[in-house]
């Protein structure tokens, strides 16, 4: 089955700590994406990568960082300089860049908890 | 700049009833509008798209969206509710340049038996 996987499904972090989290993806995309939701709010774009060692920041990139070593990987850390950590974060991935529109599929997400 | 606003953050039907999810959009140049749906715990699921085409989107489920440029205004709908369309909804904009989306904040519906 093609498709993009996360994991943890649930993490959970002590201040002061970074935290890893994966996302693979089987789709042969070139793109993807991390997203930050909170409740009451939209999806923030944190990172993205439009081809293998490239990334760029998106709209909430403080205290988090990514790489982008293979195609069908794109993990994120957060840092311990991120004050509010506490969200569900989102993986997506999509076609080749370039043209108008790829749809981006959505992994099933990592519920991060901060204690 | 690019924004999405979903009028309602809650909406509750009955089910068997219409659902009318609003959205209105902000952009400089004709947009991509998408609605996706998320179940709790889950990721995201598109459910339609307008790219230019057709003015009356037709999507997965039963759903579909009219694009409304004199309005503009994206709004779901659904003849008919079913208890399993429980979930919040996204209207999202498509900003151009390197595939990124701009997110509304979501409306969350509820059905009642």
Known sequence: DGGITQSPKYLFRKEGQNVTLSCEQNLNHDAMYWYRQDPGQGLRLIYYSQIVNDFQKGDIAEGYSVSREKKESFPLTVTSAQKNPTAFYLCASSGPSGVSYNEQFFGPGTRLTVL | ?113
């Open chain 2, 1 to 113: 700049a690019q924004s999405v606003t979903q009028l309602d953050s809650h909406v509750s039907v009955s089910e068997g009833t219409p659902v009318l999810l609003r959205c209105n959009y902000s952009s400089s140049y004709s947009p991509s509008l998408f609605w996706y749906v998320q179940h709790p715990n889950k990721g995201l699921q598109l459910l339609l798209k307008y790219t230019s085409a057709a003015t009356l989107v037709k999507g997965i489920n039963g759903f579909e969206a009219e694009f409304k440029k004199s309005e503009t205004s994206f709004h779901l709908t659904k003849p008919s509710a079913h208890m399993s369309d429980a979930a919040e909804y996204f209207c999202v904009v498509f900003s151009g340049g390197y595939n990124k989306l701009i997110f509304g904040a979501g409306t969350r519906l509820a059905v009642h038996p």
